[in-house]
């Protein structure tokens, strides 16, 4: 459109008018998904959050996307992670965010409540919907055919039989159409909903007076939530401070309102604090030693729950670690500390695996376990002159009486 060079408005009849057609042009933009999407908001779509599109994080400028965990979900950006592979910006609760945004909506529109409520009642009663609208433009072209149809047989010769029966049939055909667009709108009329009862116009009045009740009603879908919301708010900005998110409404009128939400961060490591010390000082030493996807299986099979009793995974051992800020495993800080494993020592001493265990528990190696299950780390240091123990009795002498058995 910028690169039109003439536009005529209204030049000829259309079946919508400039403004309904920018409107849409507007829609489609704004429902953009995909790489060029970056300030569109987006389709509304399914799932019980109700911000989706219209966050945006106030540390770089992405969007906020939406991502659900069982039946809890999150607002989180992840644009730089993906892109630069450096740590996302901020994650939010998204129960807590919708419920304040919800609060501070509904306390804005509380007073146009009853005023939206009659304006509901005289949509509803004079409502004509554009199916109807259509069928109406095209019953008045029907109607006209057909008088231009009998015009044109009254005009013509009965002499020219031939050409009186032609015209004869294309009026029959025009009456015909018109006789079935009336009845397709007599059809369309009688499915329409009747006209609101005193009892539904008071009942609609009183849901109008108390607008958080018609919020939370059984009937009011998270669709419908999320049209009232887009409908009143252009636009959220988020950041973290600390325990605090600030928001930024930017409704659609061009207003703005500062929001301040107490909440825990649900930033990946952000975990219920009944956990004991006794378990972060074990996620420290197990840090040391291995990986995170083995430390969650170490955890699991002896027992150790997270704070809300959970088995425990790859992404809640890292945000566990992120969260006290204890440094993941890193391939070569064994050999820093001058430590081996269990099986390097039993390679170096000469004896199998269990024999070295056995030694290590007689204390004739030295070596730490943090707990039942982790690896035993040993002092490669520790093991200068340690060979395979020798036997302390001879074996036992050959039986004279024993008959050797011969292969050959």
């Known amino acids: 459109m910028p690169e039109w060079d003439v536009l005529i408005k209204d030049h000829h009849a259309a079946y919508i008018t400039w403004d309904e057609f920018e409107r849409n ?16 908001r987006g389709a509304a779509r399914k799932g019980e959050l109700l911000l989706a599109g219209l966050v ?35 994650s939010v609760s998204g129960l807590s965010l919708d419920a304040a945004i919800a609060k501070e909506v509904l306390r804005v529109l509380e007073p146009l409540g009853i005023e939206a409520a009659i304006k509901a009642i005289e949509a509803q009663a004079g409502e004509t919907t554009a199916a109807e609208r259509q069928l109406e433009l095209s019953l008045q072209q029907a109607r006209y055919e057909a008088a231009h149809a009998r015009r044109q047989y009254d005009a013509v010769d009965p002499a020219n039989r031939l050409v009186a029966g032609e015209l004869e049939r294309r009026w ?39 607008i958080e009740s018609a919020w939370s009603h059984p009937g009011a879908t998270a669709a419908t939530r999320k049209r009232i919301l887009r409908t009143a708010i252009s636009e959220i900005i988020v950041r973290r401070d600390g325990g605090t998110i600030h928001a930024v409404l930017h409704w659609q009128g061009g207003d703005h309102t500062e929001l301040r939400v107490k909440q825990r961060l649900n930033a990946a490591g ?6 004991p010390d006794e378990t972060i000082a074990l996620m420290r030493q197990l840090a040391r030693l291995i990986p995170d996807r083995q430390i969650a299986r170490l955890l699991n099979r002896i027992g150790v729950q997270t704070g809300h009793g959970n088995a425990w995974t ?14 993941g495993y890193r391939e070569g800080e064994w050999a820093e500390r001058g430590e081996i494993t269990l099986e390097a020592a039993a390679k170096i001493i000469g004896v199998c695996n269990m024999t070295a265990l056995r030694m290590l528990r007689r204390g004739e190696i030295k070596g730490r376990q943090v707990c039942p299950g982790a690896p035993w ?14 036997r302390s009795k001879p074996p036992l ?9 011969d292969f050959q």
């Open 25 to 40: 042009l507007k829609t489609i933009a704004s429902n953009a998904t995909g790489m060029s999407s970056a300030l569109a």
């Open 56 to 90: 945006r994080c106030g540390h770089c400028g992405r969007k906020l996307h939406v991502h659900y965990s069982g039946k809890l979900g999150s607002y989180g950006c992840y644009g730089a992670r993906a892109n630069h592979g450096t740590e996302r910006c901020i």
């Open 172 to 210: 029959n055909e025009a009456l015909q159409a018109v006789a079935k667009m009336e009845g397709d709108i007599a059809a369309l009329i009688a499915r329409r909903p009747l006209p609101l009862g005193e009892p539904e116009r008071q009942q609609l009045m009183a849901l109008g007076a108390d």
């Open 270 to 275: 952000r975990h219920n604090p009944r956990i």
């Open 314 to 327: 790859l992404e809640r051992v890292r945000g566990f670690r992120k969260h006290h800020e204890i440094e």
């Open 377 to 390: 780390a040993v002092k490669a240091a520790d093991l200068t002159g340690i060979t395979g123990r020798v």
């Open 397 to 405: 002498t050959p039986n004279p009486g024993q008959l050797a058995l």
